[in-house]
């Protein structure tokens, strides 16, 4: 009993509020980079392979050349080359975007492998390698602030940059140009050729952005988290960000509170573990909560869909 009340308190604890913001960040911006592809009309299912090669380059890159800033371009660019990749075959190759992503996903998995052997020789992790972790920030005054300061302050830079890429996808998309475009390729092609757009460019840049986010989502992993890269360490987040990214619809706020969903209910099932529960079922809490989340969804969108005929009817 005393050991459930000391698991429950670690719960509902501003701590777990802290750990909840920091396992939320990677599927956040996997999300976000989600619904720029999604609303484009190409859907990028290569997020979970993006990350995790993003994740392998940046840790090899900051342990050869011992710069964070070096690591952290070539991360980034290797999430924008594979989404480049993954756009040319879709696009311009006419391959099945579905299938191209599959195709990605699993190399990813066997290339940062085979590639982590002939580098360290080691199959596991990158661990006797000396990489680099990216900074926390400490953020002035609100720091001192009892209980706030705990939640706010002393996270790792790309959290921060993952929680203000919600606003600026959000401008991005719904207060410019370029977002009007987006929308309007992904809504109607043929309509949007008709005045102008090219809609294979605006596909194409869509496709690089959702690249880019989910870049960072895998650097945080491997260089946020902690500082190795390990075997498949992406662990299905990929997969939960389009989950996320469903549940929070045409919406950078929607999408980032599907988000939190996910990142809270996994900081919760790393509590649970000290309850006796066995760990299988501590880790699949997440996305069972994910699945009933989007059952919902979908049960609200099927109602809402036969009001709609219903009052055509009548």
Do not use: C
């Amino acid at each position: 009993m005393n050991q459930m009340n000391n698991t429950l308190n670690g719960i509902f604890s501003w701590d777990f509020i802290s750990a909840g913001i920091r396992v939320t960040t990677p599927v956040l911006l996997a999300a976000l980079g989600a619904l720029v592809a999604d609303l484009a009309g190409t859907p990028n299912i290569a997020l979970e392979g993006i990350m995790l090669f993003s994740a392998f380059v940046g840790v090899i890159t900051s342990a050869f050349t011992g710069s964070l800033f070096i690591a952290f371009i070539a991360g980034i660019l290797t999430g924008a080359v594979m989404a480049a990749i993954l756009a040319y075959f879709s696009l311009k190759l006419k391959t099945d975007i579905i299938m191209a992503a599959i195709a990605i996903n699993i190399f990813s998995s066997g290339g940062t492998i085979f590639a982590l052997s002939v580098l360290t020789g080691d199959k596991g992790s990158s661990a006797s390698l000396k990489s680099y972790v990216f900074p926390s920030v400490t953020i002035p005054i609100i720091d001192k602030i009892p209980v706030l300061g705990d939640i706010l302050s002393g996270h790792h830079i790309i959290t921060y940059i993952a929680f203000i890429m919600i606003f600026v996808v959000h401008y991005i998309l719904y207060k410019t140009p370029l977002g009007l475009r987006i929308r309007s390729v992904g809504e109607s092609p043929k309509a949007a050729k008709s005045v102008g757009i090219s809609v294979m460019k605006t596909q194409f840049t869509a496709l690089i952005i959702s690249g880019v986010l989910a870049s960072l989502g895998g650097l945080f992993l491997s260089m946020g988290y902690v500082s190795w890269f390990a075997k498949d360490m992406t662990a299905g987040r990929g997969f939960i960000a389009l989950a996320a990214q469903a549940l929070g619809g045409s919406s950078a706020y929607g999408v980032a509170l599907g988000s939190v969903l996910f990142g809270f209910s996994e900081a919760a099932s790393y509590s649970l573990q000290f309850m006796n529960i066995p760990y299988e079922i501590t880790q699949s809490i997440p996305f069972l909560i994910t699945v009933a989340a989007l059952a919902f969804y979908a049960w609200k969108k099927i109602n809402y869909i036969k009001k709609i005929k219903n009052n055509i009817r009548k």
